[in-house]
Nanobody
Framework: QVQLVESGGGSVQAGGSLRLSCAAS????????MGWFRRSPGKEREFVAA????????YYADSVKGRCTISRDNSKNTLYLQMNSLKPEDTAVYYC?????????????????????WGQGTQVTVSS
């Protein structure tokens, strides 16, 4: 069992930046594909970004491409999401997720059901 704990959320003005972190409790973190998802009020959970276990490949939702960067430090069992040029529509609870995700990056990494472990989420609020 892996526990994931997100941090780094907060309130910022549009155009600002935040860096989210996700700390994993197990060293098996380094073998997992990791992803970030978010849920806005009244909306379904949506994919944000994902990264392979090695960090060699990343995948982003079109809505955040060019503004967000996912990265990981396997020596620290930690996943990151750097978010720049934030918009009010980025307001959501952000969740990190991990697991042995099989399949191609494009077909599998954005599917929440492919991930086995989830954090409790961290709130990001962007004001205009």
């Amino acid at each position: 069992q892996v526990q994931l704990v997100e941090s780094g959320g907060g309130s910022v003005q549009a155009g600002g930046s935040l860096r989210l972190s996700c700390a994993a409790s197990a060293r098996t973190f380094s073998t997992y594909t990791m992803g970030w998802f978010r849920r806005s009020p009244g909306k379904e959970r949506e994919f944000v970004a994902a990264i392979t276990w090695s960090g060699d490949y990343t995948y982003y939702a079109d809505s955040v491409k060019g503004r967000c960067t996912i990265s990981r430090d396997n020596s620290k069992n930690t996943l990151y999401l750097q978010m720049n040029s934030l918009k009010p529509e980025d307001t959501a609870v952000y969740y990190c997720a991990g697991g042995q995700v099989y399949g191609s990056i494009q077909s599998s990494f954005a599917r929440a059901g492919k991930y086995d472990y989830w954090g409790q989420g961290t709130q990001v609020t962007v004001s205009s």
